[in-house]
Structures are given as structure tokens and as C-alpha cells.
């Protein structure tokens, strides 16, 4: 299991953050999680195609975190040569279906895809699902009436991404013993925002989940990525990432690291 940060920022448009958006590649699955703006211009110029994409994984329906789903809809229509090749599966809570309905009439039926193209996987929280190899879990994110967070096991690793979320211990207990915990560390310890973690929650909840390792994502301009490691560590004591974008992270049998040259840690 390996994951690249193509997206560690918010709803701020800044260069060095792209808006939350990370590729997943497990059980010979290519998979991204959320699709924030900024998403694919990280992820074609890493190197990646669009056919190789087999999921799209989105958190909940907020802008930052949907917003080059658009892109994709319009691009499975409209270029022949992708729509030939792709066989996409898009997974989210069913309340996202009448958003991109909306969204579809609003641009003149542009973003509808034959569903053989882009199928729809609707997910209700505490629902499965597989993925080729990779078994997907679901919970109730606490952020968001359409929330989940995400938990994909395969090859005996196993990933949880919360997407935005407060902490609670129904979702300590869903990410238990997960080999890495992806939170989303919106606020300070100082200042956090509700609906979402800061610092020293994401330590508890990664403590609590007994998680091999943290990483912390989804920074503003006001949390120091590098502060917000060292508070998280004050309360766990597996190995913390603070993610930036084009950080590659590796599941291995011996825990997470990050390939040589991949991270200025
Ligand atoms: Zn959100
Ligand atoms: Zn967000």
C-alpha cells in the first residue's frame, strides 16, 4: 500500500497547498481519496493518467474536497479517448447524488458520463464495500450530514482516512489498529474550528485507535505543520507525517516510511 499527498491544503488557494486530494495505490487498485481543486494538475504532472484511476473516494460534499470531481464527469463525456479506456468507480454517501444532479442540470446535462463509464457506489455509514482487492469500511465522519470516513485494507495493511472531522470514540474504535490514520488538523490547539481536529486531538485519537501512524493533512495557513506534529506527538507515540503535497508514504510490513529523497523529514 502506498499513498502521495497530491493535495495537503484547505479551501486556501495557495501554491505550495492543493485543496484535499490523495492517491492511494493498494491490491492493484489506483484509488483517490477526495478530489479537491488543484487535484489533477498534481496528479498528471506526477507523472499519472487520468485511465488510471479505478475509484474516486469523496469524504463528504464540500467544495475543497469535490470540486475536480467536475472536471472528471466533463472530461468521461466529452474526450473520447478517456471515456474508451476508464472504468471509474465513485464512492460517497448517497447524499451526494442529488448534488451532482443539480450540478448537472445547472451546466446543461454536461456532467452525466454513461454509468458504465463512471458507476456510482452509494455508501450509508457502517456499509462495505470491495474494491478489487481492497475491502472498504464506512463510518459516520462527525463534520458534515453526508460524511464518512474511510477505512481500505488489503495486502494486511490497512489505511483510515477520516476526511474532515472532529474526533469521537466510535471513530477511535473504527480506525483501530490501523497501520496509518490520515486526520485532518484544521485547527490549532489554541483555536480549533468546530467540525474539525487540532493538534492534540489527532495524538489522542491516533493513541486511542492504537494507529502504527499519524498523518496530519489539510493545514491553513494558521497551523504550523511542524508545531502541529510535536503537539500531536505529546499524546502518541507512533511515527507522525505533516503531509505536504508530493509526499509519498510506503505501508510496509515494518510500518510507514517514506521512500528515500520523498520527504525532507
Ligand atoms: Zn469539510
Ligand atoms: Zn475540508
Known amino acids: 500500500m502506498r499513498i502521495t499527498v497530491l493535495g495537503s491544503g484547505t479551501c486556501e488557494l495557495v501554491a505550495e497547498r492543493s485543496s484535499p486530494a490523495y492517491w492511494l495505490?493498494?491490491?492493484?487498485?489506483?484509488?483517490?481519496l477526495d478530489l479537491g481543486q488543484g487535484a489533477w494538475r498534481r496528479f498528471?504532472?506526477?507523472?499519472?493518467?487520468?485511465?488510471?484511476?479505478?475509484?474516486?473516494?469523496?469524504?463528504?460534499?464540500?467544495p475543497d474536497h469535490m470540486a475536480d470531481l467536475i472536471p472528471l464527469m466533463f472530461a468521461l463525456k466529452y474526450d473520447p479517448v478517456l471515456a474508451a479506456q476508464a472504468r471509474?468507480?465513485?464512492?460517497?454517501?448517497s447524499g451526494l447524488e442529488p448534488?451532482?444532479?443539480?450540478?448537472?442540470?445547472?451546466?446543461?446535462?454536461?456532467?452525466?458520463?454513461?454509468?458504465?463509464v463512471l458507476t456510482r457506489r452509494w455508501l450509508e455509514p457502517g456499509e462495505a464495500t470491495l474494491l478489487g482487492e481492497v475491502r472498504i469500511t464506512t463510518a459516520a465522519a462527525a463534520h458534515h450530514?453526508?460524511?464518512?470516513?474511510?477505512?481500505?485494507?488489503?495486502?494486511g495493511?490497512?489505511?483510515?482516512?477520516?476526511?474532515?472531522?472532529?474526533?469521537?470514540?466510535?471513530?477511535?474504535?473504527?480506525?483501530?489498529?490501523?497501520?496509518?490514520?490520515?486526520?485532518?488538523?484544521?485547527?490549532?490547539?489554541?483555536?480549533?474550528?468546530?467540525?474539525h481536529l487540532y493538534p492534540a486531538a489527532c495524538g489522542r485519537l491516533a493513541s486511542e485507535a492504537q494507529a502504527g501512524s499519524l498523518?496530519?493533512?489539510?493545514?491553513?495557513?494558521?497551523?504550523?505543520?511542524?508545531?502541529?506534529?510535536?503537539?500531536?506527538?505529546?499524546h502518541f507515540g507512533g511515527k507522525i507525517w505533516a503531509a505536504f503535497?508530493?509526499?509519498?508514504?510506503?505501508?510496509a510490513a515494518s510500518g510507514t516510511i517514506a521512500p528515500p529523497g520523498a520527504c525532507n523529514d
Not at 46 to 60: K, L, M, P, T, Y
Not at 103 to 109: D, E, I, K, R, V
Not at 168 to 173: F, G, V
Open 215 to 234: 498523518l496530519l493533512s489539510h493545514f491553513y495557513r494558521v497551523v504550523d505543520p511542524e508545531q502541529a506534529a510535536a503537539s500531536a506527538a505529546n
Open 44 to 62: 498528471l504532472n506526477g507523472g499519472h493518467q487520468a485511465a488510471e484511476v479505478d475509484a474516486v473516494v469523496i469524504s463528504h460534499p464540500h
Open 245 to 251: 503535497d508530493g509526499l509519498h508514504l510506503e505501508l
Open 157 to 195: 495493511r490497512s489505511l483510515v482516512y477520516l476526511g474532515d472531522s472532529e474526533a469521537s470514540p466510535d471513530l477511535a474504535r473504527f480506525a483501530q489498529g490501523a497501520d496509518l490514520l490520515i486526520c485532518h488538523c484544521a485547527g490549532t490547539d489554541r483555536e480549533p474550528k468546530t467540525g
Open 99 to 116: 448534488l451532482l444532479g443539480a450540478l448537472n442540470q445547472a451546466w446543461g446535462n454536461w456532467l452525466n458520463p454513461p454509468p458504465e
Open 145 to 155: 450530514p453526508h460524511s464518512l470516513a474511510w477505512r481500505l485494507e488489503a495486502g
Open 88 to 93: 471509474i468507480s465513485l464512492l460517497g454517501h
Open 25 to 32: 495505490e493498494a491490491g492493484g487498485q489506483g484509488i483517490l
